[in-house]
């Protein structure tokens, strides 16, 4: 049996700029989500005025949710939705976060 020689694969010097839009993904568009993901300064707020405060900040088209923790929700991620997790007083209860 004749065995096969191993050949070295060529490496490009060409190094692509543009990055795959399966990496973070925009809302809906391709393109490289900037700025927050993540909301620590509204833990202990409300829910609504947590909500609030994330919409200003969210591109148009975010889904932002107010949710009861320990509630079963989807595990699929998705880089425009925001879930903000509540605890029974309807006070934010950890940061909110893009997923």
Excluded at 4 to 25: A, G, W
Excluded at 39 to 44: A, K, L, S, T
Aim: glycine share 8%; hydrophobic share 30%; charged share 25%.
């Amino acid at each position: 049996m004749a065995e096969k020689e191993c050949q070295p694969e060529e490496v490009s010097d060409k190094h692509s700029t543009e990055v795959p839009s399966h990496i973070l993904p925009g809302i809906r568009t391709g393109e490289i989500i900037s700025g927050k993901s993540t909301w620590p300064e509204v833990v202990g707020l409300s829910g609504e005025e947590a909500k609030i405060k994330i919409e200003e900040e969210m591109p148009n088209g975010s889904q932002i949710y107010v949710v009861p923790s320990g509630s079963f929700v989807t595990m699929d991620l998705r880089s425009d939705r925001v879930r903000i997790f509540i605890d029974s007083s309807g006070k934010v209860s950890y940061p909110p976060r893009i997923a």
